[in-house]
């Protein structure tokens, strides 16, 4: 069974950073031989589920405007980890995370078709 696991989620201050993480397990090998791009969700309660930075097979990144400047998306593919190093953290910032896989297609700040995601982590930043 294909899954991605989320870790490194937890409680903030504003102006604060963390690291999440995101591994992957049921695939062989990189997530690039069985996904075309990669991404970084959050879900506010009450709200839509918003996609904050992608990355895809080449190493091209691509961000939301919300998270542009203090959110960093970048990949170990010698570990197969997907990480989003967010800086400067606001109270606003406060959602449940998820990354997720997919491939090329249309829409999304980075055209991608996600297909498969990972269960989430908490992440709250207090003022």
């Known amino acids: 069974q294909v899954q991605l696991v989320e870790s490194g989620g937890g409680s903030a201050q504003a102006g604060d950073h963390l690291r999440l993480s995101c591994g992957f397990s049921?695939?062989?090998g990189s997530w690039y031989n069985k996904w075309d791009c990669i991404g970084w969700f959050r879900e506010h309660p009450?709200?839509?589920?918003?996609?904050?930075?992608?990355?895809?097979?080449?190493?091209?990144?691509a961000y939301a405007d919300s998270v542009k400047g203090r959110f960093t998306i970048s990949q170990d593919k010698s570990k197969n980890i997907l990480t989003l190093q967010m800086d400067s953290l606001k109270p606003e910032d406060t959602a449940v995370y998820s990354c997720?896989?997919?491939?090329?297609?249309?829409?999304?700040?980075?055209?991608?078709?996600?297909?498969?995601w990972g269960q989430g982590t908490q992440v709250t930043v207090s003022s």
């Open positions: 997720a896989a997919g491939d090329y297609g249309l829409g999304g700040i980075a055209f991608c078709a996600y297909n498969t």
């Open positions: 009450g709200k839509e589920r918003e996609e904050l930075a992608a990355i895809n097979r080449d190493d091209t990144t």
């Open positions: 049921g695939i062989t």
